[in-house]
């Protein structure tokens, strides 16, 4: 599967994970966290500012499965008022086929997070090499 993405690059900034602040972040900024084992994402990127604002989250993994902790999200999907998330999964090319999402915890907090943020939100994954 040859699936490239390639997406613009504005600023990139490191993030704490507790007390997340919104630091003037706009669109095409990366956010990495400060920590190597952040649960949740190994990178965020603000892809768009106007409705619907959207985050995508990206992990990288060699494994053949991957869980989400989406609560890790929730501060972040506050502080920026996001109405759309989209996960991407990057992952070995010879693994692509047979990669399984492992457990999403803590989805129906996500909704309700975005939920309260706009109406019409949105949760989207996806998985690439």
């Not at 704490?16 to 900024?29: L, P, S, Y």
């Not at 907090?109 to 949105?122: E, V």
């Amino acid at each position: 599967n040859n699936n490239k993405i390639s997406w613009k690059i504005s600023k990139t900034i490191n993030i704490a994970d507790e007390n997340f602040q919104d630091h003037g972040i706009q669109k095409d900024w990366w956010l990495f966290p400060q920590k190597y084992n952040q649960p949740c994402f190994d990178v965020l990127n603000l892809s768009s500012t106007i409705y619907p604002r959207t985050l995508r989250v990206i992990q990288v993994t060699k494994s053949m499965t991957h869980a989400f902790k989406l609560k890790y999200l929730v501060p972040v999907i506050k502080t920026l008022k996001i109405d759309k998330v989209e996960f991407y999964v990057v992952c070995r090319n010879e693994n692509l086929k047979d990669f399984n999402l492992g457990v999403v915890d803590d989805i129906k907090t996500l909704n309700r997070t975005l939920k309260g943020n706009n109406k019409n939100h949105s949760i989207s994954f996806s998985k690439n090499d």
